[in-house]
């Protein structure tokens, strides 16, 4: 498994460790996946978190930035992985198709084990990000310690045919056209990807065996995701909920993206 590491180097002192981040990129045949660590410097990291980002979201995410400064003051010897799924960012496939973002996710969680040789992987994902990790766990072994998921897109079909797409573009990918849809960045949608979708219904998915690792965080304020498709399927899959009264999907306001790391780092005992 082949990686290119780039230079770009942040630095920031924080109680006299050098909290960083950089770049680095793994090629597999037919896969360039771009990623970003914090880290900090000179300490042998022994826990990872895996961050997957929502739908058109990227590795520079700010949310995830914020939840690694916040770990990495209180976990030295932690780590934190960011990466572009297919067709997010500058990642160079130019169409989503589901099964690569399991390819992408697969390969990520083996080389950040390999990689790092770290002794607990956890994984903190958003939105699309957490479908897809619910996905992936419900089909491979789940190499996580433990998982935490902040408004995770449950149905994802639809919240991106309802919450997501605007106007006739539904009808023009219906028909076969292809369609750059999203919010403030856009991800080429295809009608093969809302087949796969509906066909991976999670909730349609056991999840009891995993329940006690697993945290579900939800804003009432969600506009995105439904905030009681999270509370149902927690609910039947007797996995622990959270609500934060007044948050929005992206927990914008800095007091609820606080309260939801705190949760997330307790969850995960490293708070």
């Known amino acids: 498994m082949a990686f290119i590491l780039?230079?770009?180097?942040?630095?920031?002192?924080?109680?006299?460790?050098?909290?960083?981040?950089?770049?680095?990129?793994?090629?597999?045949?037919?896969?360039?996946?771009?990623c970003k660590l914090y880290y900090n410097e000179k300490v042998q990291p022994e826990?990872?978190?895996?961050?997957?980002?929502?739908?058109?979201?990227?590795k520079d995410n700010g949310a995830a930035a914020k939840f690694a400064e916040k770990l990495l003051s209180k976990q030295k010897n932690a780590i934190v992985v960011v990466f572009n799924w297919p067709s997010h960012g500058d990642d160079v496939k130019k169409k989503l198709v589901l099964s690569d973002c399991d390819t992408y996710l697969d390969i990520v969680v083996k080389d950040v084990k390999e990689r790092f040789a770290v002794?607990?992987?956890?994984?903190?994902?958003?939105?699309?990000?957490?479908y897809?990790?619910?996905?992936?766990?419900?089909?491979?072994?789940n190499p996580f310690r433990k998982i935490v998921l902040r408004c995770p897109a449950i149905d994802m079909y639809d919240v991106l045919t309802s919450a997501i797409m605007k106007n006739d573009e539904y009808e023009r990918i219906v028909k076969g056209k292809d369609v750059q849809v999203g919010f403030d960045r856009k991800i080429i949608v295809t009608k093969d990807l809302l087949d796969a979708l509906q066909k991976n219904d999670i909730r349609k998915r056991d999840y009891i065996e995993y329940a006690d690792d697993i945290l579900i965080i939800h804003g009432t304020k969600?506009?995105?995701v439904p905030h009681e498709d999270s509370r149902l399927f927690s609910e039947n899959n007797l996995i622990d909920f959270i609500s934060v009264e007044g948050a929005d999907h992206r927990f914008m306001n800095p007091s609820y993206?606080?309260?939801?790391?705190?949760?997330?780092?307790?969850?995960f005992g490293m708070d």
């Open 6 to 34: 780039c230079i770009h180097i942040s630095i920031d002192i924080t109680n006299e460790v050098f909290n960083m981040h950089k770049y680095y990129e793994i090629n597999t045949p037919g896969n360039n996946i771009r």
């Open 47 to 58: 826990k990872a978190v895996v961050f997957s980002t929502g739908f058109a979201g990227h």
């Open 119 to 130: 002794k607990e992987l956890y994984s903190y994902a958003t939105s699309f990000g957490g």
């Open 132 to 141: 897809l990790v619910l996905k992936y766990i419900s089909e491979h072994d």
């Open 222 to 224: 969600d506009e995105v």
């Open 257 to 267: 993206m606080s309260l939801a790391n705190k949760y997330a780092m307790e969850f």
